[in-house]
C-alpha cells in the first residue's frame, strides 16, 4: 500500500509542477503511470491472503491487467485523444474493481468485511471518477488530462498512504500487546 500511494502521489506532484507539457510528456508520463501502477496493483493482490480462484482476486488482477495494457498502448500511440479514452478506461475500470471488491463477500452469510473495504471504496469512487472526467478534457489539452489525472492521484495517494500507515501502525500494537 505504501508503494502505491508513493507511486500515485510522486505522479500527482509531477503534474502539479510540469507548466507545459507536449503531447509526448503526457504520454511518457500517463504510461509510466499506468504500468508502475499495474505492477504495484498486481504486487498487493498476489500478497493477499486470497485463494487462487477466488473471485475478488481475479477482477482485481484483471483491472491491473487492463492497466498494464494501457500503459503500453498510450506509450506507443502518442495521442491525447488515445491516452484520455484509455487512460480514463484503465482508470474506471480499476476504480469499479476496488468497488467490487470491497462489496464482494465470499460467504453471503459471512459478516466478515475485509479491513480494506472503506480504502477500496473511496479509492474506486476517485478512479471511477476521474476514468470518466478524462475524455472530456481532451480538447483542453495535454495540461488539462494531466491536471485531472494527477489530482485524482494526489487524492488517491493521500488515502493510500494514510491507509499503509494506520495498517502498521496497528500491526505494531497489536504485537505488543
Sequence with gaps: MLFRSMITLLFGIITVFWGTPSTLGLCLNFAWYLLVLAASHYWFVRRLALPRDD??????LGAAGVLAVSGVVVFIAVSTVVAAWLGGVALALMGAAEIFAALHHRNKDSSVKSSLRSDWLI????????????PFFIAAGPHALLGVSGGGALMSGALWLLSA????????TTKEK
Excluded at 123 to 134: A, E, F, P, R
Excluded at 165 to 172: E, N
Design 55 to 60: 473471485v475478488k482476486r481475479l477482477v482485481l
Design 123 to 134: 479509492s474506486g469512487v476517485l478512479g471511477i471518477g476521474t476514468g470518466l472526467l478524462l
Design 165 to 172: 500507515l494506520t495498517v502498521r501502525h496497528d500491526s505494531r
